[in-house]
């Protein structure tokens, strides 16, 4: 943990009611600031005790409080910078051990991930069994959406009309394996707003999930196993459709600072969110009505760590029909933050409560996010009040509109098992 | 002592609402003014009255300091734990019991922050006027114990304005309500400001106020400081009563750009914020009026709307913590003079701070006189914390000798106890002391605050010998 970054905090405290953590449970531990004193504590030589690294995992790295600090505190990468330390100098219990272990060997591999499909059904059906073995079990299957149908992406799509731009695609991991109709939709959208799109095959993890869990080595391979694929893709832009993804592959740079070599590659690189590329881009593409109301939720991958809320919402309201709501209190995370509702069900699942009644107080027809992770955690949490929403990506409301078809997430209710 | 009282909480509490273990509690050592710290010898999170109760009662029990604490962003150590005591957290305590429309109160609980009761009742109208800077997180129950103010207070007042009652914990441990309405002495107002030294608020009833029907929101930008001074005393002598008018120096503008982007005119020596509230008439007329009193102002903006108003309010309300992008280390300084005195007081400044080569910038309450400077040094540059401290206090003697106060609205606490005694006689410090034994006879509740050095029954009960001056002088009776 860098001292430095450390002393940049003056305690004033602002960031406590923006943090997730602190509005839960209103103690000063479960805070930034409280957390950035342990960190001081720390590196004061105080060693990481059980209690100390519990207050770090109950952090959500949802970056609200970046966005509150006045003194530009870089809790993010602070935060960033202790879990690697923890997960150094921490020894963590066998069974603890073993459910991350099965986490990180799972969801950054999408073939594995694939393999996992057919047996969601019976682990559904396992799911109190699950729970009792571990509260992470249980949540991780509480959570899985019902896959779409598998779309194989061509490795290049042609841009429609006038060819305004060639991109790189993201593909993700759980966005592929779970949602590929949202990464179908990203292509055909870029391609008719006259982008050429290059997907190349087989791209594995961004290291997102390994970054932001203090797996540094893991994230490191992966970072460098991107920039690789898109170089030889021949792009320099990649556009990203998650939050979480982006972000990560926005400060590679930093995460592969040691190698002035891989750092120079990571600059090279520009990757952009969606939502960013087709606000700067600008519509070409005739947009057909879509009559709906949508609540359209910040992930906190995009809204704190990218600075992005006012594309999302600029793209939505350019469908004609479109009626936009906005969420209160739309700065405080879901719960989904990445793995968080995996290794912290019982806060995720608070947070997830408290975001699903504010998205039932829109009265909105459609939830829209940018984050799969998001996504998953809200639509499982209204399943939980007993009720549904409608799910879906900024994408396919675009594409869409574009297309001027009557959208299948319309009929169908999010997560629903679909016949 | 302490040992046997914790052993007890569980009587009172759940236990993972007492902390003890030694890391986490250090997380408690200091509120928004890190120079003074002492980790608690426990602290508690207590989630209603009784538990308040039940605690302090334990403290009397074994003669246990206790002090309360809310969201820790004060700014004179008001919150300093004692090592030898009990922290009361009340960040726990955060319901909005009652929103009262019909008679504009509220009733909440003290670890409510300030904004929130506003966002409660915005909707419908109203708003709670108070604003101290850190609205968004300090509680309403430190607000309270600091009768704090903010940038409004000059035509609004401070918390004391906008508070009808309080339930309370006495130091002995009771629960009692304190009402405005309530005939006799006011005891609230005494209780108002008090620190922590007379009680732990437990439900605070708030006055709700309706939101103005215009608001015209002015940034003036002028070349220097001079110019700024002699436009705030323009527009009171005018017959103006804005809400608000805050000035910030070249250097407090330079640290809130930085941190806010707050974009507001380049090369400006000062800058005033104006906001002019009230019936669309009233605004339209002063705003008129504003407009040529500020003259020499080289740009005058105005916010068109809540957005705007919000960007020209963001680099003022940060300008505290925003030092940190310019100086690695600073003090916050709270004074206040009267407004003519102003121009005085800030070249007085000036020189100091060449005279010890250490910076300030300004922000202030310019309305009513209340001073911010921010004394900024290097912590890690040798003797340069102690010069800061030197120009700091330098700061608060100029303010006494322009009739002025050593706090506007951060309050005494543990930092400025020992300045207490350049503006009050040993007669008047034993008068207060009075009150506080009136409260509080064990000195149990916050004690080491306010006060510079134990003296009378506050500290060490019966202690005292002879008739109190002011007794002797006639001037008051003991019961």
């Known amino acids: 943990m860098d001292p430095e970054l450390i002393k940049d905090c003056v305690h004033c405290g602002f960031c406590l009611p923006s943090c997730p953590t602190y509005v839960l449970w209103g103690e000063e531990m479960d805070s930034p600031r409280g957390r950035i004193h342990l960190m001081s504590q720390h590196v004061e030589g105080t060693p990481i005790t059980p209690e100390m690294a519990g207050h770090f995992d109950a952090c959500l790295g949802c970056m609200a409080c970046v966005t509150a600090c006045p003194s530009g505190v870089q809790y993010d990468r602070l935060i960033e910078q202790t879990r690697a330390e923890v997960e150094r100098e921490h020894v963590r219990e066998p069974r603890e051990r073993a459910v991350r272990g099965l986490v990180f060997g799972l969801f950054p591999y999408p073939r594995r991930l694939r393999a996992l499909r057919p047996t969601l059904g019976l682990a559904r059906r396992l799911q109190p069994l699950l729970e009792r073995a571990h509260p992470s079990l249980g949540a991780m299957i509480a959570l899985a959406p019902v896959p779409g149908r598998r779309q194989r992406l061509p490795g290049r799509v042609r841009a429609v009309g006038e060819r305004r731009a060639v991109v790189g695609m993201l593909t993700g991991c759980v966005q592929n394996e779970f949602f590929p109709q949202v990464n179908a939709a990203t292509a055909r959208v870029l391609a008719m707003e006259g982008c050429e799109v290059v997907i190349p095959p087989h791209q594995g993890c961004c290291g997102a999930l390994s970054v932001h869990s203090g797996r540094d080595d893991q994230a490191r391979r992966f970072a460098k196993r991107t920039i690789r694929t898109f170089e030889r893709a021949g792009v320099d832009t990649v556009v990203v459709n998650a939050a979480g993804c982006g972000s990560s592959m926005k400060e590679y740079a930093e995460l592969l600072a040691d190698s002035p070599e891989w750092a120079g590659r990571a600059r090279a690189l520009r990757t952009v969110d969606l939502a960013e590329w087709l606000a700067e881009l600008g519509p070409v593409a005739e947009r057909h009505p879509l009559p709906v109301t949508v609540a359209y939720h910040d992930a906190c991958h995009l809204a704190h760590a990218q600075g992005i809320r006012a594309q999302p919402r600029e793209l939505l309201r350019g469908v004609p029909g479109l009626s936009l709501r906005d969420i209160p209190e739309s700065d405080l995370c879901c719960g989904s933050a990445g793995t968080y509702n995996i290794f912290e069900p019982s806060a995720a699942r608070d947070l997830g409560d408290r975001k699903a009644e504010r998205v039932r107080s829109t009265g909105a027809q459609l939830l829209v996010s940018a984050n799969p992770g998001c996504t998953m955690q809200i639509a499982a949490a209204m399943r939980r009040a007993g009720g549904e929403i409608r799910v879906a990506h900024t994408a396919e409301i675009l594409d869409a509109s574009l297309r001027g078809v009557s959208p299948s997430f319309l009929d169908a209710a999010g997560g629903k098992p679909r016949s | ?479």
């Open chain 2, 1 to 479: 002592m302490l040992a046997e009282l914790i052993g007890r909480l569980g009587e009172v509490l759940e236990p993972e609402a007492v902390i003890t273990d030694p890391v986490r509690l250090r997380t408690y050592e200091c509120d928004g003014l890190t120079y003074h710290r002492a980790t608690p010898g426990v602290a508690v999170l207590p989630e209603n009255a009784e538990q308040v109760a039940g605690v302090i009662r334990l403290c009397n029990e074994y003669g246990v300091p206790f002090v309360a604490r809310g969201s820790g962003t004060g700014l004179s150590g008001g919150a300093l734990p004692r090592t030898d005591g009990v922290l009361i957290v009340t960040s726990k305590m955060r319901a909005i019991v009652e929103i009262d429309l019909p008679n504009r109160r509220a009733v909440v609980e003290p670890g409510v922050t300030n904004l929130a009761i506003t966002e409660a009742v915005r909707d419908q109208g109203y708003y709670y006027a108070p604003d101290p800077s850190s609205q968004q997180v300090c509680s309403i129950g430190g607000n309270v114990a600091e009768n704090s103010g903010g940038a409004h207070c000059l035509k609004y007042g401070f918390t004391v304005n906008h508070v009808e009652a309080c339930e309370i914990v006495t130091p002995d441990g009771d629960i009692v309500t304190l009402d405005r309405a309530d005939p006799g002495y006011d005891l609230l107002g005494a209780f108002i400001g008090s620190e922590g030294t007379l009680g732990v608020t437990t439900k605070v009833t708030v006055r709700l106020s309706r939101t103005p029907e215009a608001v015209t929101t002015v940034l003036a930008a002028f070349e220097n400081i001079e110019q700024g001074g002699e436009a705030v005393s323009a527009i009171i002598a005018a017959g103006i009563l804005p809400a608000a008018i805050e000035m910030m120096d070249a250097l407090a503008i330079a640290a809130a750009e930085a941190a806010v982007a707050c974009r507001y005119p380049e090369n400006a020596g000062a800058v005033l914020i104006v906001e002019l509230d009230g019936p669309s008439a009233e605004v339209e007329r002063q705003f008129a009026l504003l407009s040529q009193i500020c003259s020499k102002a080289f740009e005058l903006r105005v916010a068109e709307d809540p957005a705007e108003r919000a960007a020209i309010w963001r680099g003022r309300k940060s300008a505290f913590a925003a030092v940190g992008r310019i100086s690695p280390a600073y003090i916050v300084q709270d004074g206040v003079v009267p407004r003519t005195s102003l121009p005085e007081v800030l070249a007085g400044i000036d020189s100091l701070s060449r005279e010890h080569g250490i910076k300030v910038a300004n922000v202030f309450h310019a309305g009513d006189g209340n001073l911010h400077p921010l004394v900024l040094f290097d912590d890690t540059e040798p003797g340069a914390g102690e010069r800061a401290e030197i120009v700091s206090g330098r700061i608060l003697d100029l303010c006494i000798e322009h009739g002025g106060s050593i706090t506007g609205e951060h309050g005494v606490g543990v930092d400025k106890a020992r300045y207490m005694p350049r503006m009050f006689t040993d007669a008047d410090l034993d008068t207060m002391q009075l009150v506080r034994c009136a409260f509080d006879p064990r000195g149990l509740s916050n004690p080491g605050k306010i006060f510079p050095t134990p003296r009378l029954c506050g500290e060490v009960p019966g202690v005292r010998k002879g008739v109190h001056p002011l007794v002797e002088s006639g001037k008051a009776e003991q019961f």
